[in-house]
């Protein structure tokens, strides 16, 4: 959980305006140039020590976010500050001392450790890269971080089809925790896992944010899971964050329709509550990120549409304190 | 309720290179008119091969051991194979998780809806596509003659999974088993497809076998439910039963583990440590005993059968468990923690 002492309330990463857009070709030769709006203005900020959720639909740019963010995308504009640097920008020889602070968990476990390479090389590859340990050291901390996520540090020699996905996604965050990283991009961590070895990922997570004073983004669809695990809670919505908030109010009191409509979709695991419940179901799916609809991208599925919606793109302001909006009804 | 299907000791395996996969291993159970059940476990716990085995659309390598499938009556695996289409898209629908490869990505949805209604109807196909165009309107899919001439890349996920549900109920099938079908999608695509099985339910009284890794999505839908673990029905209940008194460890770890959209901050989740046993071999003990916080010696040496539970609100609660887990859970609140 998060550090409440004053000294660690402090920001961490502060986002400004990112934006991303990639270029595609369409049609069935490709004939037609178009834009993908994976990411379009987006602020926020990261304070030291807490967890930030990030969740949204797939499509929504929650994971292009992320890797914008770590500048493993280049962004179209926008800047990100990590600590009082600016990191957008730098060249790739500047970028790398700051990289051993910002480190990422993907989704995948499957496909993101090499099946040749022993998972004592894979979590044993950052330190070499960033001079932390010669080629043939490293062997104890690869011990000690084996250890911290819960393996066996025998294991060090063995590969990664010898394990399950679990313990996959433990080698991963051993890997991510090598260089000693301040803050971690935690990309869907636990989404490709069952649910039981799901909730041993968030409790290790949790203790090692505890133990080493981590700061996370986490990236998810599955709302429990955000309000379990996050401090604050940012909802994007194709490509725009809609709406942000210490997590019990956005979810107890949620001000943007998309918001309010995502929680009403997520089932509740009580049979008497959800035969009560009532069920208002969101028309329609998410549109398309390459023509976003103008102005407000929620306006065609949004209940409360009114006349500006269609053609100003709503501010995204503080309607209280910490409670940011970007809609046009509240 | 009268009884629809019975499945008795069904036992599947799979032939691999080092022997046998035994993915079901004498499952047993009731599904009346009607009603919704839904199974639930984790991956490799033989929910799919259990569903899979019921219309003997098995892999080649897998074989059905033993056991029967009554449906009305009839028992499903001594039917020749002419006998089985019938049954299957006829008096059996079913949905499948991923909708995507589902459907023929080169004939359009009309050719691939009409299909079912020319074989099991005997229609025309004017007939079939009309029927076809009102079935897609039915799932929630407007101005469905002209969407019969699109091909499934023109749907989104959410749409084909509602093209899947408009082709598995077209032949108004007695059963539907719908196999992870909301697994693949976005939660508020989850909710309204969701909503639409329920509805269509409602409207038709068709049974529904949902098979799930997800819980919360259980307590929405289901009359009772199954949970299994490594091919065995570990327990079974009504739905409100499962949530409330579960009675197996392993339902009550998985209860544990699911982070509450209600928000108790700062607890942690209860967890059940290691993974799955292998299913190389029949075990002859619990085959849960590994991970289980409540071991005691006969589950190293004998298997527990599925049994009704002592005190329980309904009779139809069985759980396969050695320790009546009702006075231990009491003493530590109610939950399992196990930590790695």
Redesign the interface.
């Known amino acids: 959980?998060s550090q409440t002492d004053t000294l660690n309330d402090r920001t961490l990463v502060r986002v400004e305006g990112l934006t991303k857009h990639f270029s595609v070709r369409i049609g069935a030769y490709g004939e037609t140039k178009a834009t993908v709006h994976a990411l379009d203005d987006v602020s926020f900020t990261v304070k030291r020590g807490e967890t930030l959720g990030l969740v949204g639909?797939?499509g929504c740019g929650k994971s292009t976010a992320g890797l914008t963010l770590l500048q493993l995308h280049t962004p179209t504009s926008g800047k990100v500050f990590f600590e009082d640097t600016e990191v957008t920008g730098l060249a790739d020889k500047e970028m790398r001392p700051l990289r051993q602070k910002m480190q990422i968990i993907f989704q995948d476990p499957y496909s993101t450790l090499s099946p040749r390479m022993t998972i004592g090389n894979a979590i044993g590859e950052p330190l070499w890269l960033h001079n932390l340990a010669t080629e043939q050291g490293g062997q104890e901390r690869i011990a000690e971080l084996l250890g911290q996520v819960?393996l066996n540090p025998a294991f060090a020699f063995r590969y990664p089809h010898e394990f399950?996905g679990?313990?996959r996604q433990r080698v991963c965050i051993a890997r991510a925790l090598a260089c000693e990283p301040e803050f971690i991009v935690c990309d869907e961590p636990i989404s490709a896992l069952?649910?039981?070895?799901?909730?041993?990922i968030?409790?290790l997570l949790?203790d090692l944010q505890e133990a080493y004073h981590l700061t996370y983004l986490f990236i998810a669809?599955?709302?429990?899971?955000v309000?379990?695990?996050s401090d604050r809670v940012a909802v994007m919505y194709l490509g725009r964050v809609v709406e942000m908030a210490p997590?019990?109010r956005l979810?107890d009191n949620p001000l943007h329709p998309y918001t309010h409509?995502?929680?009403?979709?997520?089932?509740?695991?009580?049979?008497?509550?959800?035969?009560q419940r009532e069920?208002t179901?969101?028309r329609g799916?998410?549109p398309s990120a390459i023509n976003p609809p103008s102005g407000c991208r929620f306006h065609p599925r949004c209940p409360l549409a009114f006349e500006p919606c269609d053609h100003v793109v709503p501010e995204w302001r503080e309607v209280e304190s910490d409670h940011w909006v970007a809609c046009h009804a509240v | 309720m009268s009884e629809l299907l019975e499945v008795q000791d069904l036992q599947t395996r799979f032939k691999v290179r080092k022997g046998y996969v035994y993915a079901v291993n004498g499952v047993s159970f009731r599904l009346e008119e009607g009603e919704t059940l839904a199974v639930v476990g984790?991956?490799g716990c033989g929910k799919s091969v259990t569903m899979l085995s019921l219309v003997r659309l098995l892999p080649p390598a897998g074989r059905i051991e033993s056991g029967q499938v009554l449906l009305r009556g009839d028992d499903l695996l001594a039917l020749d194979q002419r006998q089985l289409r019938d049954v299957r898209g006829g008096q059996v629908g079913m949905i499948f998780q991923d909708p995507m490869t589902s459907l023929n990505p080169f004939i359009n949805i009309g050719t691939q809806m009409a299909e079912p209604l020319l074989y099991h109807r005997g229609m025309s196909k004017k007939d079939a596509l009309a029927r076809s165009a009102e079935l897609l309107e039915m799932v929630g899919i407007p101005d469905g003659v002209a969407r019969l001439r699109e091909y499934p890349h023109q749907f989104?996920g959410?749409?084909r999974q509602r093209v899947m549900i408009a082709m598995a109920m077209s032949c108004e099938p007695s059963v539907l088993i719908a196999d992870e079908p909301t697994t693949a999608l976005?939660?508020?695509?989850?909710?309204?497809i969701?909503?639409l099985v329920k509805e269509l339910r409602d409207r038709s009284g068709v049974a529904v076998i949902w098979i799930t890794?997800?819980?919360?999505?259980?307590?929405?839908i289901?009359d009772r439910v199954i949970v299994m673990y490594a091919g065995y029905i570990v327990e079974e209940a009504p739905?409100?039963a499962i949530?409330e008194d579960p009675r197996h460890p392993y339902t009550v770890?998985?209860?544990?583990?699911?982070?509450?959209?209600?928000?108790e901050?700062?607890t942690?989740?209860?967890?059940?440590?290691g993974?799955p046993p292998d299913l190389a071999e029949l075990p002859t003990f619990c085959p849960f005993h590994t991970r289980c916080p409540f071991v005691i010696d006969r589950c190293r040496s004998e298997n527990p059968m599925l049994e009704p539970v002592s005190g329980a609100s309904d009779r139809g609660h069985r759980a396969a468990c050695w320790v009546d887990i009702r006075g231990v859970t009491e003493q530590t609140g109610g939950t399992v923690a196990t930590?790695?």
């Open positions: 959980m639909e797939s819960g399950s679990g313990q069952d649910v039981s070895i799901q909730a041993q968030i409790n949790q669809h599955d709302l429990a899971v309000r379990h695990i997590k019990d979810f409509a995502l929680l009403q979709a997520v089932p509740v695991p009580n049979p008497r509550q959800e035969r069920h179901v969101i799916n998410v | 984790e991956s989104s959410g749409m976005d939660v508020t695509i989850q909710a309204q969701v909503e890794h997800d819980l919360s999505v259980v307590a929405g289901a739905v409100d949530f770890g998985l209860l544990g583990a699911l982070p509450s959209l209600g928000g901050t700062g942690r989740l209860t967890t059940i440590g993974a930590e790695q």
